[in-house]
């Protein structure tokens, strides 16, 4: 059974940075895609960004230059170094991962940015 544990989540005033963590456990293979979803109260869940097992990266256009994601293939973990942060990133934010048709989702982890 795979199962992923977002970590870093907290509150931050505007301007700040946070690192999230998730990592994966339970699974023996390297993931083919991992990522970071966001879902602020009464919105829909939108991607934040993805990253490939080698390496390829996209990320949402309201978090590019702010925002870099990044995994450890060996410890099957990925990051999100948020910077910059802003008050419209207030979101739970949800760690993802794929391999081949299999789809495994984190329990989320709120982020909070004041003004």
């Known amino acids: 059974q795979v199962h992923l544990e977002e970590s870093g989540g907290g509150s931050v005033q505007a301007g700040g940075s946070l690192r999230l963590s998730c990592e994966a456990s339970?699974?023996?293979?390297?993931?083919?895609?991992m990522g970071w979803y966001r879902q602020a109260p009464g919105k829909q869940r939108e991607l934040v960004a993805t990253?490939?097992?080698?390496?390829?990266?996209n990320y949402a256009d309201s978090v590019k230059g702010r925002f870099t994601i990044s995994r450890d293939n060996r410890k099957n973990t990925v990051y999100l170094q948020m910077s910059s942060l802003k008050p419209e990133d207030t979101a739970v934010y949800y760690c993802?991962?794929?391999?081949?048709?299999?789809?495994?989702w984190g329990q989320g982890t709120q982020v909070t940015v004041s003004s």
């Open positions: 993802k991962a794929n391999r081949f048709v299999s789809v495994f």
């Open positions: 990253i490939t097992s080698g390496g390829g990266t």
């Open positions: 339970g699974s023996i293979g390297v993931f083919t895609t």
